[in-house]
């Protein structure tokens, strides 16, 4: 019986730059300066066999894929994924929030997804393939377009923010 690979354990936004900075420095994008600034950027790298944890806080990642990760415990705060694809990732007690209007182009296959928020933010075309979303929240997104699931299996799961009102009275809220 073959023994499982251990993972590398990534810890926080701190300890993943300075991992990449030690054995792969060509996968740092330069900082994006202008109205969305980022100084953490991630691009054009495959991450396998990885266990992330911690606060991923102020961070972009481009073009980045991975393969058979754990997120676990994540607190992503303006935690932004553009172009990217987790295969057969677990994601775990996990919340994003911030996402100003940068989750674009994210392709979940054979994903799991428990106890997961995204939340305060806009999302566009994110697919989730043959994945399994068990009390998750996707409440609070505005705008989200273009969001696919393909033969996943969700349970306890919601996706709207719920909107309360007084004296029972039901008023249109188009504007964010």
Same mark, same amino acid.
């Given at each position: ?17 300075? !991992?990449?900075?030690?054995? /792969?420095?060509?996968?740092?994008? *330069? ?7 980022? #100084?953490?950027? *991630? ?16 961070? #972009? /990642?481009?073009? *980045? ?19 990217? +694809? ?19 182009? *994210? !392709?979940? +296959? ?9 939340? +305060?933010?806009?999302?566009?075309n994110l697919t989730y393939d043959g994945c399994t979303l068990t009390t998750c929240s996707f409440g609070g997104l505005f705008p989200s377009e273009n969001i696919r699931f393909d ?14 009102? +007084? ?10």
């Open positions: 019986m073959a023994k499982e690979k251990q993972k590398i354990v990534i810890d926080g936004t701190t300890s993943l730059m300075e !991992y990449l900075k030690k054995n /792969f420095p060509n996968s740092i994008g *330069v900082p994006k300066k202008g109205f969305y600034e980022k #100084e953490n950027r *991630v691009v054009r790298k495959t991450f396998k066999n990885f266990a992330f944890k911690g606060n991923l806080h102020g961070i #972009e /990642f481009r073009g *980045v894929k991975f393969i058979n990760c754990d997120f676990d415990g994540i607190w992503g705060f303006f935690c932004v994924f553009q172009n990217c +694809e987790f295969k057969n990732c677990g994601i775990r007690n996990s919340r994003f929030s911030h996402l100003e209007m940068d989750w674009n182009g *994210v !392709y979940f +296959e054979k994903c799991y997804l428990r106890n997961v928020e995204l939340d +305060e933010g806009s999302v566009f033969d996943c299996d969700i349970d306890d799961s919601h996706f709207l923010a719920l909107q309360y009102y +007084e004296d029972n009275k039901v008023e249109r809220d188009d504007e964010f």
